[in-house]
């Protein structure tokens, strides 16, 4: 059974840090293209961040770019997504994605999700 295992969310200030962890069981995350989505309520899900499973590439949404990075622990089986420099409109539930993906920049690439955690920004 695939299980993706998000962690890490909580209610930070402006211009904080936070750290998102994505435990996966049942999946190789080294085999696998990993990234990071988020939804606030009423709009479609975003994209956020890829690592590819080919080349080892990321990418990120114009929004976060120079404030997130994505990066994997293959030997834990874990993704992570550093947030720096936190801003009010980064408040979303954020969601953890694995697929067989080349480019991973749209939702419906994705076949495994998690079941997010939350991420307020305070301003």
């Known amino acids: 059974q695939v299980q993706l295992v998000e962690s890490g969310g909580g209610l930070v200030q402006g211009g904080d840090s936070l750290r998102l962890s994505c435990a996966a069981s049942?999946?190789?995350?080294?085999?696998?293209?990993m990234g990071w989505f988020r939804r606030t309520p009423g709009k479609e899900r975003e994209f956020v961040a890829v690592?590819?499973?080919?080349?080892?590439?990321?990418d990120y949404a114009d929004s976060v770019k120079g404030r997130f990075t994505i990066s994997r622990d293959n030997a834990k089986n874990t993704v992570y997504l550093q947030m720096n420099s936190l801003k009010p409109e980064d408040t979303a539930t954020y969601y953890c994605?694995?697929?067989?993906?080349?480019?991973?920049?749209?939702?419906?690439?994705?076949?495994?999700w998690g079941q997010g955690t939350q991420v307020t920004v305070s301003s």
């Open positions: 994605v694995a697929g067989e993906a080349l480019i991973g920049t749209q939702a419906g690439a994705y076949r495994y």
């Open positions: 690592s590819r499973r080919t080349g080892g590439t990321t």
């Open positions: 049942g999946l190789t995350v080294r085999t696998l293209t």
